[in-house]
């Protein structure tokens, strides 16, 4: 009696953290042994293959790795604003960005950021913020030359 309550408490609780996705993904598409997936409330997390959750499920979207960094993600909070993760899922540059350009793009190692307020500044490599968001875009590409 006890070994099946047992089994019907663990199956139960099995079945009952995966059914809080309303979609899982295909392993592997974003990240090695991960799975994106997608709540029933439409925000998306990854997954690892032992169903432990690696970045929990609050971005309403994420992008595949390497769109402006090969070693980093972009996130979208619900509030539109983007921000970075890494290829560990820990987030490194919060969500607070309007627009996060392509590493590189401008200047080599940084990344072009714009608020929502279309103040722009320049991100790191290691998700730092090395020019403060605080300028127009013609002041912020005057400091580049």
């Not at 103040?119 to 913020?129: C, L, N, P, R, T």
Request: hydrophobic share 40%; charged share 25%; no cysteine.
């Amino acid at each position: 009696m006890k070994k099946a309550l047992f089994v019907l408490m663990f199956t139960s609780l099995s079945v009952s953290s995966f059914a809080q996705y309303k979609k899982v993904y295909a392993y592997g598409d974003y990240q090695k042994n991960w799975a994106l997936v997608k709540t029933s409330s439409g925000t998306y997390g990854f997954i690892d293959q032992n169903k432990k959750q690696i970045v929990t499920p609050i971005y309403s979207k994420i992008e595949k790795f390497g769109n402006v960094h090969p070693d980093f993600a972009v996130v979208k909070a619900i509030t539109d604003t983007y921000g970075l993760i890494d290829k560990n899922g820990k987030e490194i540059v919060p969500t607070i960005y309007h627009k996060i350009g392509k590493f590189d793009e401008l200047k080599k190692g940084f990344a072009l950021v714009e608020t929502v307020n279309n103040k722009f500044g320049f991100i790191d490599s290691s998700g730092k913020e090395a020019i403060s968001a605080i300028y127009s875009l013609d002041e912020i590409k005057a400091k580049l030359q």
